[in-house]
């Protein structure tokens, strides 16, 4: 454990950890003392956790910012100890990343280390907190920002693997769409730096099926728009690279954001000009005239 000490020097909180993952829950009552916590932040809610560690909604004392703080058992194993220094080592690379990419992950604040007498330890770290829902349960898509939203997932997710970095658990359940509309990528437990990004660009295709059954709730008539269009992309996702992913999507979210537009302008609806599109088999931009003397022809 020696590299977890020097790991940790300068930034221990507490004199007394958690004797076992046992203690799993007691933080979520307010005043709680369990890693010397309640000195520095007010904790408020359990808001999520497994058997490494907890995640709490939290409001830190000198700064008065609302934070997640989230406490990683580490205990005496050497290698679970070098799993979480993974973890945070990802994390921090994450946040001096270039403002293009540090926006799409929770920023870190503070990160403390407590280590006790038995040689358990603990890792503390504060971070962003996200208002906002997760992409399985985001009733606010349609045909509109399907694709928008969808593009903004695969920018996180190329600044990832730009940075060396493999995700490893990468869905619906760790995207979070916050309140003002912006994308964030969650959960770097099972991240690796030089992991495979190949099961990454795979799972796409989970999410993609995943935001069509949303639309197909929220926006049927969209849905009948994009539906095949996508259906099509995930059954070629194999073969291609995360850019051409992000080229065609790119491409799809022009050409819906312009058959909206026409929409529109002539009053017709969106199935309906979807339609005329299905006459052509062209670029965008020559489908987009195809369409507009189709429409004004009827």
Partial sequence: MEKW???????????????????????RHHEDVILGLSDRYYIHELLGGGAAGEVYSATDKVTGRKVAVKWMYVGSDAKFAKWKQNEITILLKLRDSSPKCKRYFPTIYEWHCAIGKDG?????VAMEYIEGVDLQNFEGISL?????ILYEVLWGLWCLHSLGIAHGDFGPHNIMITDDNKVKILDFEGSKIGGNNSDDI?????????????????DPDGFGVINDIYLDLVQELQGLSLHDIMDKVYDIHHMITS??????????????????????SKTTQETITDVIEIVTAN
């Fill in 5 to 27: 000490k020097e790991f940790c020097k300068g930034r221990r909180i507490a004199r007394k950890p958690p004797s076992s993952v046992k203690l799993k829950g007691r933080l």
């Fill in 120 to 124: 358990e330890h603990a890792l503390v």
């Fill in 144 to 148: 509109a920002n399907f694709s928008y």
């Fill in 202 to 218: 795979l799972t796409l295709g989970v999410i993609i099926l995943s935001m069509l059954e949303q639309l197909s709730e929220f």
């Fill in 259 to 280: 058959l909206l537009l026409l929409a529109r302008k002539y009053e017709r609806n969106v199935l309906q000009i979807f339609e005329c599109v299905k006459l052509t």
